[in-house]
């Protein structure tokens, strides 16, 4: 007599994650060790300021930095543990192997902090340390929980290719535009924090004074992108709530609308005001527009019509519109100058590392500083897609990098000659990054609908 076997679990892969947690470890390692200006410091001075390190309270002014720790360690927790756990079946070793991984992020971030005694403007502290280690521990725990899910999907990402249909995209953009809402997640933890919100002025019940401090067409923009950002949630809110009253549906926008804008009043660096809630709310009222419209006609066949006929015509329409937008936004309201001898002497003190500057920054502004530069350059990506989308010869990756980098080169190179503004060459970097990653994106998209 037979005995049948159980199934064994799959086999997956495990050098994707490797190689993930090796860029993690990497990314952990340039973002701490930031200006690589490493000063003069006696190994036993060193040591000595090492141990005096004192654990004190995260104020809600450093709170902002003890988050932006945390998610940095994030990634290398995650990808790490499901590196050395991916094939074990054994619970309890996977959990063994999981409080290994939280002893090495421990290590990395002991080890950055001491040597960031050598490095300028940079102090030990056991909050950093604290911050990189509960990240690190969030990211193994993660995997833990969901790992097996996240390795089935990638695998068969892996033999299938990717497939996520409309509902489960726009989910997506839902979460990553409520994550990107709340960054840096400082979030007010105590009474007295609530009753100084109250007294600020980084909130108001229509429009703070200092809500835009910039010319008339860079607010509008500004304005005007909230909105368009604000839309896909309307969209997906009406697929989401299908089959009901449309009522429902509005209310449901309006409360997600001034609950995201709600949220920004809770955070220490949020700023809050009826204007921004009225901005999000009329972006996802469009969007559940849209999606009223789109169920009643045949927007797949209109599309595929509409991208056939006039995909040329709109990018071309768009481009000149497109390049001032650019312009107005990254270029601040400063007066120009003439003056070359300066411009080139400003651009030979320039330092070319990847996100130099945002390491001057308070962690919200440099977060917020590359948010704003990925979603200026992002548009160039689908505008390229719509130009080439019936060319005979497809278009080079390398090429759409290119173009992004070359637009940034035009807008930085312009700040040489703008009082008060400096030419920051990471934007070089998120402008190739921001357009490739937009262009991918149609291009994948447009196969699912031709």
């Known amino acids: 007599m037979s005995v049948t076997q159980p199934a064994l679990s799959p086999r997956y892969a495990s050098a994707p994650y490797g190689w993930a947690a090796l860029l993690s470890l990497l990314a952990v390692l340039y973002l701490t060790l930031l200006p690589f200006e490493f000063g003069d410091v006696a190994v036993a001075e060193a040591w000595q300021r090492f141990l005096a390190m004192e654990q004190g309270p995260i104020r809600s002014g450093a709170r902002q930095q003890w988050v932006a720790n945390a998610l940095m360690f994030m990634p290398l927790g995650f990808f790490l543990t499901a590196w050395l756990t991916l094939n074990r079946r ?68 892996q033999r299938e290719g990717l497939r996520i249909n409309a509902p489960h995209l726009l989910l997506l953009y839902v979460v990553f535009y409520i994550i990107i809402s709340l960054l840096p997640f400082d979030f007010l933890l105590s009474l007295s924090e609530l009753q100084a919100r109250l007294a600020s002025d980084h909130w108001s019940w229509w429009m703070r004074a200092e809500y835009c401090t910039e010319t008339l067409p860079r607010c509008v923009a500004l304005d005007g992108t909230k909105i368009v950002l604000a839309i896909p949630v309307g969209v997906w809110l009406y697929q989401h709530f299908q089959g009901r009253r449309l009522l429902t549906v509005v209310i449901a926008g309006l409360a997600l609308g001034l609950g995201v804008e709600a949220a920004q009043f809770l955070l220490v660096t949020g700023r ?37 006929e006039w995909a040329r015509v709109a990018a071309v329409l768009l481009i000149l519109p497109y390049i001032v937008m650019v312009f107005v936004l990254g270029l601040s309201h400063h007066d120009f100058h003439w003056d070359t001898d300066q411009a080139w002497a400003q651009l030979q003190s320039l330092r070319w590392l990847p996100l130099y500057y945002h390491y001057f920054v308070p962690e919200a502004v440099a977060i917020r500083s590359v948010l704003l530069t990925v979603m200026l350059y992002a548009p160039l990506g689908a505008i390229l897609w719509l130009l080439w989308i019936e060319g005979k010869r497809p278009l080079r990756p390398v090429t759409v990098i290119g173009l992004g980098v070359g637009l940034a080169v035009m807008i930085e190179s312009a700040k040489l000659f703008i009082d008060g503004q400096r030419p920051d060459p990471t934007s070089l970097w998120l402008a190739g990054l921001a357009t490739w990653a937009m262009w991918r994106g149609c291009v994948w998209g447009g196969k699912r609908v031709s």
């Open 272 to 308: 809050a005001d009826g204007w921004s809630g009225l901005l999000r709310v009329t972006g996802v009222s469009i969007g559940v527009w849209l999606a009223v419209i789109a169920a009643r006609v045949a927007v797949h066949a209109y599309f595929q019509q509409w991208l056939r």
């Open 90 to 157: 054994s619970g309890l070793l996977r959990l063994l192997l999981a409080v290994v991984v939280a002893a090495f992020c421990l290590l990395v971030t002991a080890s950055v902090e001491f040597l960031q005694i050598w490095l300028p403007n940079r102090n030990p502290s056991l909050n950093d340390i604290s911050g990189n280690f509960v990240g690190g521990v969030v990211g193994a725990t993660v995997w833990v929980l969901i790992g097996r899910r996240v390795a089935a999907w990638w695998d068969q990402v």
